[in-house]
């Protein structure tokens, strides 16, 4: 894929940050010396947790250059490196492995998630939030128009770009860490953000979910696709009593710590 868009991402900063914030104020740590933000973006939750730890040394990685650029500008007195979840590896055990929206576009998490467990310290914290909407209208209308349009073929399986499969139930969750961690707590949460219109909608998730479909597609097929999708997205959110448009999102949290 392109790189991210850090200025399309922070549109919608408030409520990318609210999860973000609720995972770290449920991290069982007083005083963590070490603690990575992995895919930390434009430093948003960087930020928090920073604030929460201004002891602590704290490290947002990112695979964007685009990202860690504007994380660096907005937090310059932190540290900032390129780096993949998948394959990452610290130099020292830290005491936080802090993960917010980033494992959902990872494979195979029956091995990613133990593996990250098994990198912390002596009673370290490994702290996600994954987003869980690929049920949700926003996610099944992107496959839906993906698959009926003259881009299909430029797109691909809209399964494939939609990453479908690769999120496990939150019971699947505690069954991978719960044997090897001292504690495990895992939970769901169904935000509700309150858009103003159709295309707000698809502004958000043009950040995020909707790029791997539009990535492929030349100008001219990119602005037909969206074009359908707004339509489609326009009678999948019916207006609510204020003529807003609610967006449901679901996400799930665990926070496991170490023995």
């Known amino acids: 894929m392109a790189d991210w868009n850090p200025a399309l991402y922070t549109r919608f900063e408030d409520e990318r940050t609210r999860p973000a914030a609720e995972l770290l104020a449920r991290v069982p740590l007083d005083a963590p010396r070490l603690a990575y933000d992995v895919g930390c973006g434009p430093g948003n939750s960087t930020a928090l947790i920073a604030a929460r730890y201004p002891d602590a040394e704290v490290i947002g990685l990112d695979t964007s250059p685009a990202m860690l650029e504007s994380a660096r500008g907005r937090l310059p007195g932190l540290s900032f490196a390129q780096a993949d979840a998948a394959t990452w590896t610290p130099e020292r055990a830290p ?10 576009w990872l494979p195979d998490h029956a091995s990613l998630l133990p593996r990250l467990f098994g990198l912390l310290a002596p009673g370290g914290v490994l702290a996600v939030q994954m987003p869980d909407n690929l049920a949700e209208p926003t996610h099944r209308l992107m496959r839906e128009v993906a698959a009926s349009g003259p881009w299909a073929v430029a797109i691909g399986d809209p399964a494939v770009a939609g990453r479908l499969g690769r999120m496990l139930e939150p ?48 100008p001219e097929e990119k602005a037909a696709f969206l074009d359908a999708y707004r339509t489609a997205i326009d009678a999948g959110y019916p207006r609510r009593s204020d003529g807003r448009r609610l967006l449901a999102f679901p996400r799930v949290f665990i926070v496991a710590k170490a023995p």
């Open 95 to 104: 005491d936080l492995i802090y993960a917010n929206a980033v494992l959902q």
């Open 171 to 218: 019971a699947a969750y505690y069954d991978l860490l719960a044997p090897r961690a001292a504690a495990v707590d895992v939970w769901r949460t169904a935000y509700h953000h309150r858009m103003a219109d159709a295309a707000a909608i698809v502004e958000w998730v043009s950040a995020t979910g909707l790029r791997p479909f539009v990535d492929p597609l030349g």
